[in-house]
């Protein structure tokens, strides 16, 4: 197995690449290395290809369309690691949608290990509760006014 050096700028490039398929419903498997894993709160982690496939299809069978602010995000690289912090917008299957800065959810922050021209690493770090349904457990969600967000 030969080791492929990377710069920053294709890193960041590949994190970018990532965030635009998944925006477009392109081929994001095969950015990831066969041995990467991703984590996702309440999904668990994903391990190999395989897994991460399957946590893709039951991803994408909640979403219908999910848009990433790529221009206004922060990046923070160190080495392999490339640190995402930005917001999304978007719609759920069952009709619910959000918008960081309207909504509750749309804040988020993924940390990538990217070597070899692949995604080693992908853990995501953000509230899977689009729509801002768990109000049971969190009232404040749905009294809060829209500035709090």
Known sequence: MQIQSMTDEQRKALAIEYFRRVDRGGDILELFDEKAEVYFPKWGIARGRKEIAQFLE?????????????PYANFIQQGDLVVVEATSSGKLRNGASWRAGTTHAGRWCDVFEIRDFKIQRCFVYLDPDYAGADTERYPWIGSAPTSRY
């Open 58 to 70: 039951d991803l994408m069978g909640i979403l219908a369309e999910i848009s990433h602010d790529i």
